[in-house]
């Protein structure tokens, strides 16, 4: 993968788990990354300081992505520091709560299609004029989710339909942007010991996920980064568009 040296990519929702896998396997692949956060300063900032301790060159950046501007502002800043954004990942989302379908109310599927859906449409709507100016092609890589495939767990299938939806315009970009050689593919995680998990389910319930993985444990974020690397590769996956790449231990065999 040595086409990635001296490549710029930035990160969403990078300041912990597979975000911040995915940042700092960049880095040491010698690609200038931009660790893009919310509320997650510190973490971020260890991100940052783990890459640039071996050796690479990182920043981090703050934005929430379900504000318009702070998304634009997000993009202006990375080619500010960077000078261009070869490969994109959209990573930034988040389940919000589970909840019944008798609890479930407009404003959570706002929140929730907003946070895992509209903002990486967002995300692609400003930097795909930037990779069309340059002519230089490149690669953007949604995060969707096992959920896409068997609609999440318990009172997650909001969540489930936002990353349904992930790969499904996945599908539809790659046709736009095949054109101009920008890549568009996405990586569907399955159950993966990251602070989501730590925050929206209990020990019982990823118990009983780890009871559907044939490989017989929960993954970890570096499970999912060879994903990331092959799909920012375009001596790798050049001729590789449109597709779902599944991570999942087994859990879901298309």
Do not use: W
Request: glycine content about 12%; some cysteine.
């Amino acid at each position: 993968m040595e086409d990635l040296r001296g490549k710029t990519a930035l990160v969403t929702g990078a300041s912990t788990g597979i975000g911040a896998a995915v940042a700092v396997a960049f880095g040491a692949r010698g690609m200038r990354v931009a660790v893009h956060y919310n509320q997650s300063a510190g973490p971020a900032q260890a991100v940052v300081d783990t890459i640039v301790k071996a050796g690479g060159e990182a920043f981090a950046l703050q934005g929430d992505v379900r504000n318009a501007a702070d998304i634009v502002r997000v993009v202006r800043e990375t080619t500010a520091r960077l000078g261009s954004i070869d490969v994109l990942v959209n990573n930034a989302g988040s389940l919000v709560k589970r909840v019944p379908i008798a609890e479930f109310d407009d404003a959570l599927f706002d929140e929730v299609m907003h946070i895992n859906a509209r903002s990486m449409l967002a995300f692609c709507r400003e930097v795909v004029p930037l990779m069309r100016t340059r002519g230089q092609g490149g690669s953007i890589i949604n995060v969707s989710s096992v959920a896409a495939r068997n609609g999440g767990g318990p009172g997650a299938y909001l969540y489930a339909g936002s990353k349904g939806f992930v790969s499904t315009a996945t599908h539809g970009l790659a046709k736009e942007l095949a054109p101009d050689d920008i890549r568009v593919n996405a990586v569907a995680p399955g159950v993966i010991q990251t602070p989501f998990q730590d925050r929206f389910s209990t020990p019982a319930i990823l118990e009983s996920f780890k009871a559907g993985i044939p490989m017989g444990r929960i993954g970890d974020p570096e499970d999912c980064t060879g994903a990331f690397l092959y799909l920012a590769s375009r001596q790798l996956s050049g001729y590789v568009t449109g597709q779902i790449l599944e991570v999942n231990g087994g859990q879901y065999m298309p």
